[in-house]
């Protein structure tokens, strides 16, 4: 392992899908740690939903550049977690590397989505990202090595079902080498990574999309149970 890690481990009762929940841990700064590549982790089991994105992050080769965080994405996996019992895995500020494309055995975050792989508790993977609302989308979900994937379809049709419209790998196929989506696809799990616009996430008052948020349940939900 290239870093240290610090953990930061919650452990929810799971209720009743938990919109409010989400906006509520919204309204909050992000977890932020003492020490750098810290994770926060909502114990669950089965499927494992990530936020890699949700504090600021590296891009490219400059490392003097910080893109900024994915608006509510951290809060949003870990209230699904609440919700359905499924595994949530965020990172924590300060954050020096970038979890969507360092390599495996530079990043602490998918090697922890590896453990979890391995251990036999997880079998499927959604890493939940946010794009901005000009992609002629409200989702673009990538599917990686997997074209067929079944997890990608069935997410499809939820959020169409719920009146959204969703781009397949276009422009986000989470192809790179270096991606959550594929890295668990390597390591045996059925993974896809899901883009969300900024109107889903945040909304004009603050608040994400209820129909989108009852649409991650259902797939989360499906992948339990």
Partial sequence: MAHGVALANSVYTVGRMSYEKWCELSRQPPKRSQHPFSLHVVTGSAVLISAGHAV???RGLDPTIMKPS???????VEALAFSTGAMALVAMEPWPGNSNADPLENCVFKQR?????ASGRIHSVIDIHGMTDGHGADICIGTALL?????????RGLFEDAGMVVAMNDPFGARGPGTVTRVAQEHGAEAIQIEACYRLRVGDDGNGDRAFFEALCEL???QIT
Avoid: F, N, W, Y
Wanted: with cysteine.
């Fill in 147 to 155: 074209d067929d994937s079944v997890l990608a379809q069935k997410a």
């Fill in 56 to 58: 600021r992050h590296h």
């Fill in 220 to 222: 989360v939900t499906s």
């Fill in 70 to 76: 994915d608006r509510a994405t951290g809060p949003l």
């Fill in 113 to 117: 989505v590896c453990v979890e792989i």
